[in-house]
C-alpha cells in the first residue's frame, strides 16, 4: 500500500505564493502517477493538476495554468505543487493522490486509488 502526507499548506495574502509537498511511503512510488485535487467549503471535489511517473506529462486545470506548477523528485518519494499568484478562490483542502494506472485514465477517467489526508490553503483579500 502506499500512504501519503501533504505539507505546506497555511494562510497567505492574494497574490503571494506557497508550496505543498505530498510525501508518498512505498517501495513503487516511482511507477505511480500523482495528483493534486482541492475541494472547497460546500463544493465538489476537482482535479488541479497531475504529473506521470516520469515527470513527462503534466495537467493543469484551466483555473490555474500559468500560476501552479507541479513536479516529483522520484529519489525523495515526493510531489510538488508550487502555487504563485494565488486569489482567494484557491483557498481549499489540497489533497495529493496516486494511480498506478495509465496517467491518461487517472486524469479523464478518475480512476485515483491512494489519498492524503490533505493541508488547508487559505488565500486572505
Known amino acids: 500500500q502506499v500512504q501519503l502526507v501533504e505539507s505546506g499548506g497555511g494562510l497567505v495574502q492574494a497574490g503571494g505564493s506557497l508550496r505543498l509537498s505530498c510525501a508518498a511511503s512505498?517501495?513503487?512510488?516511482?511507477?505511480?502517477?500523482m495528483g493534486w485535487f482541492r475541494q472547497a467549503p460546500g463544493k465538489d471535489r476537482e482535479i488541479v493538476s497531475a504529473?506521470?511517473?516520469?515527470?513527462?506529462?503534466?495537467y493543469y486545470s484551466d483555473s490555474v495554468k500559468g500560476r501552479f506548477t507541479i513536479s516529483r523528485d522520484n529519489t525523495k518519494n515526493t510531489v510538488y505543487l508550487q502555487m504563485d499568484s494565488l486569489k482567494p478562490g484557491d483557498t481549499a483542502v489540497y489533497y495529493c493522490?496516486?494511480?498506478?494506472?495509465?496517467?491518461?485514465?487517472?486524469?479523464?477517467?478518475?480512476?485515483?486509488?491512494?489519498w492524503g489526508q490533505g493541508t488547508q490553503v487559505t488565500v486572505s483579500s
Open positions: 493522490a496516486a494511480e498506478r494506472g495509465p496517467f491518461k485514465s487517472a486524469v479523464e477517467d478518475d480512476t485515483w486509488r491512494y
Open positions: 512505498g517501495r513503487t512510488f516511482s511507477t505511480y502517477a
Open positions: 504529473i506521470s511517473w516520469s515527470g513527462g506529462s503534466t
